[in-house]
Structures are given as structure tokens and as C-alpha cells.
């Protein structure tokens, strides 16, 4: 089984790219967000109640899916986001703003335990983290043509993101100070060369 790393933050703070950076040092096998092409995200954006639950339930059978083809590949994968943060943060906070009931976050908690019985936690967990206002003024320039969380939602992200992480097993938890503007990530990306070096 190979082994999966998954890089997490709140939105905006520069995921996919430090996806991107890393995966140019190695021959990984990488999952990104496709937020364009998920089929109920655009619906989700216009009717936030009626969509919610399919939108997901989707995204966490497509992150499961991501995950399961990763460990049955030879190589290491990387995850930008995936299935954890999809369930502890976006989940979640979708459900404290009233677009998911309780009885459709109950089915998507039953739905991500049931993967997370089928397939073992990421090796290891990425947190680039950014002061707040440095994450707000990514999140605001780069225009996605596409988004559901909003600027005024980021400090609630955050939060879910502090909790989420907080009971995280340190040795599989690696923080990343993405706080410089438009940053290179280069000591994040030795970071994680190291880990992998140490297998």
C-alpha cells in the first residue's frame, strides 16, 4: 500500500500550489480539488440548501476515490485538501451555516467513518498556515470563477481547521509557514522531501 500525504489549509492559502511545487521534486501521484468539474458545485453555489447534501456526499466519495486509487499505486500521492478536510471542515462548517441539517450531516458522517474503516488516515498531514488577513488577500486575488466559501467565512474555516488538527497525532502533522506573499514554499518542500527521505 503507498503511502498518501495530504496538504490542508483554509481556502486561499495556497494549496494546490504548494501541490503543484512539491510534486515537481518527485514521480507522486497527485489528487487535486477539480472544483470546476464536480457535477453539484455550481448548483450548490445558486441554491446553497437544495444542493448541499449531494454536493458533499459527492466531493467525499470523490476524495475517498482519490485515496483508494493512491494506495493501490506504487507511488507516494498527494492530496490537495482531501477527504478529512472535505469532512471536518467544509462538512462542518456547511452544517453550523444551516446549508446541511442535522440528519444530512449525520449521512455524511456516516459516509466519511465508513471510508476511514475501508482506508487508513493520511501518513502524513500538511498544514500550511498564513496569518488570517494574508490568507484573505490570496483568497481575494485569485478569482475563481467558482467558490462556495465566502471572505466572511475564512475565520469560522480557520477554527474548524484549529479543532480538526488539535487532535491530529503530532507525528504525522507537519506545519508549513506559508505567511510570505506569493511564497515559494521551498523549505516546506525539503520539509516533505525529508519525511519521505525517512521512510
Keep these: 500500500m503507498s503511502n498518501l500525504i495530504t496538504i490542508v489549509g483554509n481556502s486561499g492559502v495556497g ?3 504548494f501541490t503543484q511545487q512539491l510534486c515537481q521534486q518527485a514521480d507522486f501521484v497527485t489528487g487535486l480539488e ?6 453539484f458545485q455550481k448548483l450548490f453555489s445558486l441554491d446553497l440548501h437544495q444542493y448541499a447534501l449531494p454536493n458533499q456526499i459527492d466531493y467525499l466519495l470523490f476524495r475517498a476515490e482519490q485515496e483508494l486509487a493512491i494506495r493501490k499505486s506504487d507511488a507516494i500521492g498527494v492530496l490537495d485538501g482531501g477527504l478529512d478536510q472535505d469532512f471536518f471542515v467544509f462538512t462542518r ?6 446549508y446541511l441539517t442535522e440528519g444530512e450531516f449525520k449521512l455524511c458522517e456516516r459516509f466519511y467513518l465508513l471510508w476511514r474503516e475501508i482506508l487508513p488516515p493520511p501518513d502524513l498531514i500538511v498544514r ?3 496569518p488570517l488577513d494574508v490568507i484573505a488577500r490570496r483568497y481575494a486575488r485569485r478569482n475563481r470563477s467558482l467558490e462556495i466559501a465566502r471572505l466572511e467565512d475564512l475565520a469560522a474555516l480557520e477554527a474548524l481547521l484549529e479543532e480538526w488538527l488539535g487532535n491530529v497525532p503530532a507525528t504525522s502533522l507537519l506545519t508549513v509557514d506559508a505567511s510570505q506573499d506569493d511564497p515559494g514554499y521551498g523549505e516546506g518542500v525539503n520539509q516533505v522531501m525529508a519525511w519521505m527521505r525517512s521512510l
Design 15 to 17: 494549496k494546490t500550489t
Design 34 to 39: 477539480q472544483h470546476v468539474e464536480r457535477p
Design 93 to 98: 462548517h456547511f452544517y453550523r451555516k444551516g
Design 128 to 130: 500550511l498556515a498564513a
